[in-house]
């Protein structure tokens, strides 16, 4: 029950006006206290006037105690004038134990006889001293036993107490319908739409339709509605790309199958009697065994991600030289400049293969960007090492990156803005970069041409240049 709202609500409802009532209460019990008293001063003071209607200010006995017995009180003392004290009174059973001058007693004084009547009172006699009404007197003085008082007092509190629990509990339940209505309604419904959604999130009709009519309730629902919308897009997405994945692994399997007959076929050019077919040959041999390769890496990437490099020491010069011969054979019309401008037999540490269509991916869409501007388009490729890092820059003097490709770069498929491209050149390459520890940048893009640069840690991607080489041979040499 407290577990709910609603069950809060009401248990704090009831509790607040509790305390708001109990507030009110104090000052309420000192007041009825303060009328008590004032009303028996009243009482005694008509009661000690008939006396003046006696010779002597004398009465009967009997008489007496009828008018003090009237007035609820045993003993009454008025003053007029400083001169006459006009007495009434009856024998008392016990001392005076308490006297309280209403004339001038404060708020919290009074509060606190109130409180302690209430706590420490019982049989006692006490006496209150007050001004007589009407300038009847300069002062009336009763005496009374205090058990009425405190047994009235006794009642009238209960009495305020359960009214205050019958409005707190009146209050609390229209506060629990209202709360009901306004906030349970909405959330109910909330919550059976976000089950209704996960069981059946590919349904449009379980994406949730702002209804409420507050605000904080419909924004939520609103939001709501477009994650769920968003969702949905997004998984339909997700699947759409396994299916694509699917696929890809189909074709990757047959055109694995083709290029190897392929590849065996071209084994045999190598024996043409034409010097030409016999110099291409080997070129073609090596493309044909990369897109096997590459049939493979995709065929394992659908099982899990793209396989981890395999770290060999690698010719970087050579490989450059690989990738442009590959463009240069693939387009033969090539208007392109390359220059490999990376200081022969540099060698590095790196997975040849996936080193290799990296740069072949970036060469590539340079080259592309600069197809529709035959004139100065030049590809140039670099290799810079400084401490800790080593740096494979790949610039061209092309039209440099449309915006959308650079707002979704190297995302796969968002980034592609060539016609016929997939867009995922840039995805793959970052990834395999990624997977040798290091980061491929776009180092700068203007309209005067791009830089991609591939940074790789030098802990993996080690520089030996010739230099090198020959300094350790002249060292070796020396400790010999
Ligand atoms: N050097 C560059 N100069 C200008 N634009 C480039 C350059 N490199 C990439 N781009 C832009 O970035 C986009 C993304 O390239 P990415 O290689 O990822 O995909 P793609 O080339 O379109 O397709 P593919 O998957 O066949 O490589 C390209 O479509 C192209 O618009
Ligand atoms: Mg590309």
Do not use: W
């Not at 009237?70 to 001392?95: K, W, Y």
């Not at 606190?112 to 007050?130: N, Q, W």
């Not at 190598?270 to 077919?277: I, R």
């Amino acid at each position: 029950m407290f577990n709910s709202l609603a069950g809060r609500v009401l248990a704090l409802t009831v509790i607040f006006v509790m305390v708001a009532e109990i507030l009110i209460f104090v000052p309420t019990v000192a007041r009825f206290r303060v009328d008590y008293l004032q009303e028996r001063l009243e009482r005694a003071q008509i009661a000690s006037l008939s006396i003046l209607a006696t010779p002597n200010d004398m009465i009967h006995p009997e008489l007496e105690q009828e008018l003090l017995a009237n007035a609820g009180v045993t003993n009454i003392v008025l003053r007029r004038d400083f001169m006459r004290e006009l007495v009434l009174s009856a024998p008392m059973q016990s001392m005076i134990s308490e006297t309280y001058d209403l004339r001038d007693a404060g708020p919290i004084m009074l509060i606190r006889d109130a409180l302690d009547l209430l706590v420490t009172g019982g049989d006692r006699m006490i006496r209150t001293i007050g001004l007589p009404v009407q300038g009847g007197g300069t002062a009336i003085e009763i005496t009374l036993p205090e058990t009425p008082m405190r047994e009235a007092l006794i009642r009238y509190g209960i009495r305020i107490l359960g009214l205050s629990l019958l409005i707190s509990i009146i209050t609390a339940s229209l506060l629990l319908i209202t709360v009901k209505r306004f906030i349970g309604g909405p959330i109910t419904r909330v919550v059976a739409n976000m089950a209704a959604f996960r069981d059946d999130f590919q349904n449009p009709e379980r994406v949730i339709r702002p209804e409420s009519t507050l605000r904080e309730f419909r924004s939520a629902e609103q939001a709501m509605s477009e994650m769920q919308t968003h969702l949905m897009a997004a998984i339909k997405e997700k699947d759409r790309l396994a299916a694509l994945g699917e696929a890809v692994a189909k074709i990757s399997h047959d055109l694995r199958n083709m290029l190897t007959t392929a590849t065996l076929m071209a084994d045999r050019l190598e024996g043409s009697a034409d010097p030409t077919v016999r110099r291409t040959a080997p070129k073609l041999i090596n493309s044909l065994d990369r897109a096997v390769n590459l049939c493979e890496s995709t065929l394992s990437f659908g099982k899990a991600e793209e396989a981890s490099p395999e770290p060999r020491i690698v010719d970087l010069h050579s490989l450059v030289s690989d990738v442009f011969d590959a463009e240069l054979l693939e387009r033969e019309d090539c208007f392109v400049e390359y220059t490999n401008a990376v200081i022969q037999k540099t060698r590095i540490e790196a997975d040849p293969e996936q080193l290799y269509r990296i740069l072949l991916n970036l060469v590539r869409n340079a080259r592309q960007a600069m197809e529709a501007q035959p004139d100065n388009s030049k590809i140039t490729i670099g290799c810079q090492a400084s401490t800790g890092e080593t740096c494979i820059t790949i610039t061209d003097t092309g039209p440099g990156l449309p915006t959308k490709a650079i707002e979704h770069l190297f995302k796969p498929f968002q980034g592609g803005q060539r016609r016929g491209g997939s867009g995922l050149g840039l995805a793959i390459s970052a990834e395999l970069v990624r997977g040798h520890g290091g980061r491929l940048e776009l180092h700068e893009t203007t309209t005067a041409g791009t830089t991609f640069r591939i940074v790789l840690p030098a802990r993996d991607l080690r520089v030996v240049t010739d230099t090198d080489i020959s300094r350790l041979q002249t060292r070796m040499g020396g400790d010999r």
